[in-house]
C-alpha cells in the first residue's frame, strides 16, 4: 500500500466511527418511553401525548399556595440499580423542586388548597467510565440517561385531580456534563418535570 493510500486509510477510520457516532446521536431523541404505573388517581384526564411524549392535565381553578403543600414524593421505579442514598437523593431533588414551583404560585386567598404528590417511576442512569471509553473511540458519548416521573395535585378534602402530568425524559445529547456522571441526566428530567408541572397549576 503506498504512503498516499495509507495516509488517506489513517484519516478515513476516525472520520468514518466519528459520521456513525454524528449518526447515532442524530436519532436519539429525549422522548423515554412509559407505563402507567398505578401512580396517579386518574389517566383517563389526561391529555394524549404531546411532542414530547409527555400527558398532562392543567388545573381548571386557582391555587392557594399557602395551603398547598408536597405531600408525597416516592420511588416507584423497579431494577435500578441504585443504592438507597442515590434513591434519597434523586427523591429529594424532585421535593425540592417542585417546592420552587410552589413558591411561584400568585396569593390566592379564595383558591382551592391542593396536595402535591409525585413518583419517581423509572431510572435510567449512566456509566461515567463507559463513556469516557466510547468518547475516546467515537469521539462522543453514546450512552445517556433520565428518567420517568408522575405528578398530580388533588384538592384537599375531596382529592379530585386538578393537575398531573406523566413524563419520559432523556437528557439531551448537548447536555454531555450529564454523560459523565452517574446520577445527573436523571436530575435534568427531574427538573424538566417540574418545570412543566408549574405552569399547569396556573387555570
Same mark, same amino acid.
Given at each position: 500500500?503506498?504512503?498516499?493510500? &495509507?495516509?488517506? /486509510?489513517? /484519516? ?7 459520521? +456513525? ?21 386518574? /389517566? ?21 399556595? $399557602?395551603?398547598?403543600?408536597?405531600? &408525597? +414524593?416516592?420511588? *416507584? ?11 434519597? $437523593? ?8 417542585? &417546592?420552587? &414551583? ?11 388548597? $391542593?396536595? +402535591? ?5 423509572? +431510572? ?14 467515537? $469521539?462522543?458519548?453514546?450512552? *445517556? ?23 419520559? /425524559? ?34
Amino acid at each position: 500500500m503506498s504512503q498516499f493510500c &495509507q495516509d488517506r /486509510y489513517r /484519516y478515513f477510520i476516525p472520520r468514518l466511527w466519528l459520521g +456513525v457516532a454524528v449518526l447515532f446521536l442524530s436519532a436519539c431523541g429525549t422522548n423515554m418511553a412509559t407505563k402507567q404505573s398505578g401512580f396517579l388517581s386518574d /389517566y383517563h384526564r389526561l391529555s394524549p401525548a404531546s411532542g414530547d411524549g409527555g400527558r398532562w392535565l392543567k388545573t381548571p381553578v386557582t391555587l392557594d399556595p $399557602a395551603h398547598t403543600v408536597v405531600t &408525597q +414524593v416516592e420511588w *416507584r421505579a423497579k431494577n435500578d440499580g441504585l443504592s438507597p442514598e442515590e434513591r434519597t $437523593a434523586l427523591l429529594s431533588a424532585l421535593r425540592t423542586d417542585l &417546592q420552587r &414551583q410552589l413558591d411561584r404560585l400568585p396569593p390566592s386567598s379564595d383558591g382551592r388548597p $391542593a396536595e +402535591v404528590r409525585a413518583a419517581i417511576t423509572d +431510572v435510567s442512569t449512566v456509566s461515567p467510565s463507559l463513556n469516557v471509553l466510547s468518547t475516546a473511540m467515537f $469521539a462522543a458519548p453514546l450512552e *445517556r440517561g433520565g428518567a420517568a416521573i408522575e405528578i398530580e395535585a388533588l384538592e384537599a378534602g375531596n382529592h379530585r385531580q386538578l393537575a398531573a402530568l406523566s413524563l419520559g /425524559y432523556y437528557a439531551p445529547m448537548s447536555d454531555l456534563k450529564a454523560r459523565f456522571s452517574k446520577l445527573a441526566s436523571a436530575q435534568i428530567a427531574l427538573d424538566k418535570a417540574a418545570g412543566d408541572f408549574g405552569p399547569l397549576l396556573h387555570p
